[in-house]
């Protein structure tokens, strides 16, 4: 079993929809919980950051973590095409060492 | 601020032949990674700098792979001999302090390994 799983997609989903993506994990250590965004042909870049279990807001973006279920999620509200991107989801104990999801492609179609 | 720099962007060689890949971290940021992006996974920690000493190479197959910090800064990433499984993206990263409390690494655009 994987440390995260991760549905890999694609998500293809309507201009203006609200995308739901989500990972889990089988370690209850995961402190912290991340969300990372990677344009084709680009390195990820950090989207959402949270501390242990709770909501996070951020504009259009809202992650979600419950590690009660060990399940985090992100919530794109009023997607637009330029969030087309492959979403991974990355966790770390108490230090820097990030493991990350297989990623999950979404395309928003116009 | 300038990112962080990779090269060379592309490289194809055959197995068994060498490869070197450099990487440039932000300026002031004493964490460089190493990771490794197989298509269609996730990237995968090779190995991870604190200034210019190694902090973890657990994951690195230290057979084939090398890496250095010289002086603090740049890095280089080498594979010697390459094998088809090598095939990758290879990402750089850097953070101020170990991404601590933040999550937040810094990624070059990586450099894309095609070993045929």
């Known amino acids: 079993q994987k440390e995260v799983e991760q549905d890999p997609g694609p998500l293809s989903v309507p201009e203006g929809a609200i995308v739901s993506l989500n990972c889990t994990y089988s370690?209850?250590?995961?402190?912290?919980f991340m969300w990372y965004r990677q344009y084709s042909r680009k390195g990820p870049e950090l989207l959402m950051y949270?501390?242990?279990?709770g909501n996070k807001e951020d504009g259009r973006f809202t992650a979600q973590v419950d590690k009660s279920s060990k399940y985090i999620s992100l919530f794109i509200r009023d997607s637009q095409p330029s969030d087309s991107a492959t979403y991974l989801c990355a966790m770390s104990y108490n230090t820097d060492k990030l493991i990350f999801g297989t990623g999950t492609r979404l395309q928003v179609f116009p | 601020e300038a990112g962080v720099a990779q090269s060379p962007r592309y490289k194809i060689i055959e197995k068994r032949q060498s490869v070197a890949f450099w990487c440039n971290p932000i300026s002031g940021h004493a964490t460089l990674y190493w990771y490794q992006q197989i298509l269609g996974q996730g990237p995968k920690l090779l190995i991870q700098f604190q200034n210019n000493g190694v902090v973890d190479d657990s994951q690195l197959p230290k057979d084939r792979f090398s890496a250095e910090r010289l002086k603090g800064v740049d890095s280089t990433l080498k594979i010697q001999p390459a094998k088809l499984e090598d095939s990758a993206v290879y990402l750089c990263?850097?953070?101020?302090?170990?991404?601590?409390?933040?999550?937040?690494?810094?990624f070059g655009e990586g450099s894309r390994l095609t070993v045929l």
């Open positions: 990263a850097s953070s101020l302090d170990r991404g601590r409390n933040t999550g937040e690494l810094f």
């Open positions: 949270t501390y242990s279990s």
């Open positions: 370690n209850s250590a995961f402190q912290y």
